[in-house]
C-alpha cells in the first residue's frame, strides 16, 4: 500500500460519517440521550427564578445516566435491568437542587421543582411556611443553620424557610388565603418523613405549585437531571428575554428575580 492509499486517521473518518444524515442523526440522538435535552418551562410554578417561555438544556448526567427515551414518544431505549431508571447510577439531587424529573402521576411529562428534602428529612408546612428537619440530626442543624431559622419542636430542631435567603426567587402569594377555595396543603402539611432513595419536591411559586404536596415524593429511577442553562426565552407576548439568553441557572436562581410575573 502507498502512501497515497493509506487509510484516512479516525478522526478524519469521524468527521467525514458525521457530515452524513446517518451522521449527524446519530450523534445528535447520542448528545439528547446522554448528554443534554432541550425543554421549555410550560408553567408559573418555578417563578420568579425560572419563567414561562425559558428555554433550556437540561444536564442529563447531573445525577447519573437516566435510561434514554426516544424525543416526544418517551419510548424507552433499553433495559432498565435493576428497576433503578438509570444505566449509569450516581449520588441523587441535593437540598436545595432544581431538579428536572418525570411526573410520578405521568412518566411522560418533564416537571420542574426544587427539591426541599432528601431521603430520611422530616419536613412540615404551617402558616406557608416550610419546616426542615434534616436526617443528619439537631447538631448538624445548630452548625449549618442560622440561629433565628432554628425552631426547637419538642427538641427537634427545624429550619424555618430554609431556602429563600439563598434563593430569592422562592415566594409565597398574599392573595392566597385560607377561604376554602384554596387546597389545604398550601397552609398546613405534614409532618412526613421523607421515604430513602425519595425527593421532596416543591416550586418557588409555593402557592401556585403542583408538587410533592399533592401528589408524594419522587423516586430515584424519576430523576431525569439538572437544568444547566437558558439558550432562548420570551414573554407570553413573544418578546425576547435578551437578559436571560445564555445565563446559567446555578447563578440566575441566587440573583435577586429581575422579573416578577
Known amino acids: 500500500m502507498t502512501e497515497t492509499e493509506k487509510k484516512p486517521h479516525w478522526l478524519v473518518r469521524l468527521y467525514n460519517f458525521s457530515n452524513t444524515w446517518t451522521g449527524t442523526v446519530i450523534i445528535v440522538l447520542l448528545v439528547i440521550f446522554f448528554v443534554a435535552q432541550a425543554f421549555v418551562i410550560p408553567s408559573g410554578s418555578m417563578k420568579n427564578t425560572l419563567l414561562i417561555g425559558d428555554h433550556l438544556f437540561v444536564k442529563k448526567f447531573a445525577y447519573g445516566v437516566p435510561v434514554p427515551h426516544i424525543p416526544w414518544l418517551e419510548i424507552p ?28 402521576r405521568n412518566e411522560k411529562i418533564h416537571y420542574v421543582k426544587r427539591c426541599v428534602a432528601v431521603g430520611g428529612d422530616i419536613l412540615f408546612v404551617h402558616n406557608k411556611e416550610l419546616y ?7 447538631d448538624f442543624v445548630v452548625a449549618n ?14 429550619v424555618r424557610n430554609p431556602y429563600r435567603d439563598e434563593f430569592p ?21 405534614g409532618p412526613i418523613r421523607v421515604e430513602e432513595e425519595h425527593w421532596f419536591m416543591m416550586g418557588d411559586n409555593r402557592d401556585h405549585s403542583n408538587d410533592s404536596r399533592f401528589w408524594g415524593t419522587v423516586p430515584y429511577r424519576l430523576i431525569v437531571g439538572k437544568p444547566w442553562f437558558i439558550y432562548f426565552s420570551w ?7 435578551w437578559d436571560r ?6 447563578t440566575l436562581e441566587r440573583e435577586e428575580p429581575h422579573y416578577v410575573e
Open 145 to 158: 443553620y442560622p440561629k433565628e431559622k432554628i425552631v426547637d419542636i419538642e427538641g427537634t430542631f427545624f
Open 77 to 104: 431505549v433499553g433495559i432498565d435491568t435493576d428497576g433503578d431508571g438509570h444505566i449509569i447510577r450516581a449520588e441523587g439531587p441535593k437540598r436545595g437542587d432544581i431538579v428536572i424529573f418525570r411526573y410520578p
Open 169 to 189: 426567587g422562592i415566594h409565597n402569594d398574599p392573595e392566597v388565603m385560607m377561604d376554602g377555595y384554596q387546597p389545604m396543603e398550601i397552609f398546613e402539611f
Open 245 to 250: 439568553i445564555g445565563r446559567n441557572i446555578g
Open 235 to 241: 414573554d407570553e407576548n413573544y418578546l425576547i428575554r
Open 132 to 138: 426542615l428537619h434534616p436526617h443528619e440530626g439537631n
